[in-house]
């Protein structure tokens, strides 16, 4: 599990690096370990090597995983397809979750993060590639969705998630994080309550360099600190 931690560093320099190069602060970009598929024993590794923050897809191995480790030893991201009937238990176990894409699905993390008097941390995921294959809402109805659940009280709109396509060149997605950055500030110009829009998830194991200089603040890398999945 050395290799865990080995990787971890060279990513946080890469990080910093990154931000250092297009003049940000490195300490708003937050690096998300990706443990989809990955052991108890990993993360706890890349814990003590000083993760604090780990994305997890799928609702079932993530729960088991996060009882087994502790709810208080990580901040948890939720970062796959979130189905409205799974968001109760989403909203038990999760600090923030990216994959807010529809009306429906704000109202039933609203009502459930009540319950438990939480206010639930969100983003609104959006298709930025357009591809059929891919969740999120449309740029284009992007302004309604957030103004539409910026008027539920238990959930808190932190910011918006994007995935390019898949490319192996990392240049040729840049333009599609600078689509979901101009979105960004397009609907912090206005000014509605209850949005913060200081969050853009956006950046993985092979484009998260770029994802920094176009204004990323949560990159979530899996593969360059894990290795493969199986
Ligand atoms: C799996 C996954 C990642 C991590 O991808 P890597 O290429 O392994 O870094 C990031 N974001 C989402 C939404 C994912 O499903």
Known sequence: MSDIADRLNII????KQAADTCGRNPSEVQLIAVSKRKSVAAIQAAIK??????GE???QEACAKID??????ACWHFIGHLQSKKSKIAVEYFDYIHTVDTIKLAKEINKRAAAIDKIQNILIQINISAEESKSG???DAVLTLVKEAATLENISIQGLMGMPPYLSDPE????????LADI???????NIPNVEMNHLSMGMSGDFVVAIEEGSTMVRVGTAIFGRRD
């Open 49 to 54: 090597a000083g993760a604090g923050h780990f």
């Open 184 to 190: 960004r500030d397009q609907i912090k110009k206005e």
């Open 12 to 15: 946080s320099d890469k990080i």
């Open 57 to 59: 897809n799928y609702i």
């Open 172 to 179: 040729a997605v840049r333009p599609y994080f600078k689509k």
């Open 68 to 73: 087994e480790i502790g709810k208080d030893a």
């Open 137 to 139: 809402t449309t740029p």
